[in-house]
């Protein structure tokens, strides 16, 4: 284990959770942020906060930042109905947020350097939602890029690392490193309802409950 | 003027005020987007709102990201001082905070992909604080790349366009601009202290009264 600090996008769901648990592996300080944006299912910070307990990490912070002031999302307005037919490959589907992880990264950088850690944990994957711009290797690497001049550290060569190991993965993958991790996948929160149990029908909870099924953990299934 | 939509973050202060003046001589609709970021000087968004009337704007937000939770900055930091001894060259002040126009400015293209808009209009420039990461050309350029990539009207090459008019302007060229525009030069507020008249020590004040003086307008200085 290194003494590196990891600061940790957490949104409660299974992707983060799990790199959240592999940043533990690695690194001894790992520092949990969360958002309330507005999001439909704010039920995942309720999560989000069970896990930062669980997980130990050292400090948890959940910041506002209100997305659904200008909507353009499924998830942060409310007008808007969910899909419920499945992921269509190549189509960015309504749940997409403009600018989501622009700003969730920027503001995980902000606390990076307050706290000058050497690396930003995301739990993004490339591979269940091909169609969102800002999940894609290139848009990372860009992100790369602009860290490195905005910040003293940066530019001084030392700045902070986006590590996102899931970006390749498939979700079974994905759940194949929780249960090595011994993530309490249970105590995550991935549906896009704002229901008290997960709807099961959302993009979400259909790419989940497949990927588990395939894993021999259908018990795990929202229905 | 063109059918354009522009995104303008607002501070309060004199440049962004500039900028935002400057992009309602272009194009019709005008959004400005303002900040209560845990700052020190919270006065500058009252400024905001009495500027984003007298200027007509056909929207304004103010957005919470409280960046003061982990601080970092004099800004953000009531424990630490604010500088006063007047700017060194090439050393980051105190008063830079860790990420701040980096969220800023992915909120801003939040806003702008929900709206849009064709340009995002931003007051910073790199002569006054040489020191600044993230008031430097190859920062902004490199935001450009990202913001290309982050979005879908981008990736399909007509996504929003960063604009940073004063970026290469000494303060006195931006005062004779807002002297041109018209700018209520009186409203803006641009001192960093939470006083409720400008302190005319802080970095800021000092060389915004500076470059009034030598425009010939000492009357709008604050002492």
Same mark, same amino acid.
């Given at each position: 284990m290194t003494n590196c600090t990891t600061i940790a996008l957490l949104s409660g769901g299974l992707d983060s959770t799990t790199a959240v648990a592999m940043a533990k592996e690695l690194d001894q300080t790992v520092i949990g942020l969360s958002f309330d944006y507005g999001q439909r299912h704010r039920r995942e910070l309720e999560a989000a906060s069970e896990l930062a307990t669980t997980l130990n990490l050292s400090e948890h912070h959940i910041i506002e930042v209100n #997305?659904?002031?200008? +909507?353009?999302?499924s998830l942060t307005d409310l007008t808007q109905s969910l899909p419920n037919q499945g992921v269509i490959k190549d189509v960015i589907p309504n749940t997409y947020v403009p600018g989501r992880n622009t700003v969730f990264i920027a503001i995980g950088l902000s606390l990076a350097e307050a706290r000058k850690a050497d690396r930003l944990v995301l739990g993004i994957n490339?591979?269940?939602?091909? +169609?969102?711009?800002? @999940?894609r290797p290139d848009y990372l690497s860009a992100y790369q890029d602009l860290a490195d001049l905005a910040t003293k550290s940066g530019r001084e060569g030392h700045g902070t690392q986006l590590w996102?190991? #899931?970006?390749?993965?498939h979700k079974r993958e994905i759940i194949q490193e929780a249960l090595r991790l011994g993530?309490?996948?249970?105590?995550t929160w991935s549906c896009?309802?704002?229901?008290?149990?997960? @709807? +099961?029908? @959302?993009d979400s909870c259909r790419i989940r409950d497949a990927a588990l099924r395939e894993s021999g953990r259908s018990d795990l299934c929202s229905n």
């Open positions: #997305l659904a002031t200008w +909507g353009g999302s490339a591979m269940d939602y091909s +169609g969102y711009p800002d @999940c996102a190991p #899931l970006l390749h993965w993530v309490p996948i249970e105590k896009y309802s704002d229901k008290d149990q997960p @709807c +099961g029908i @959302c």
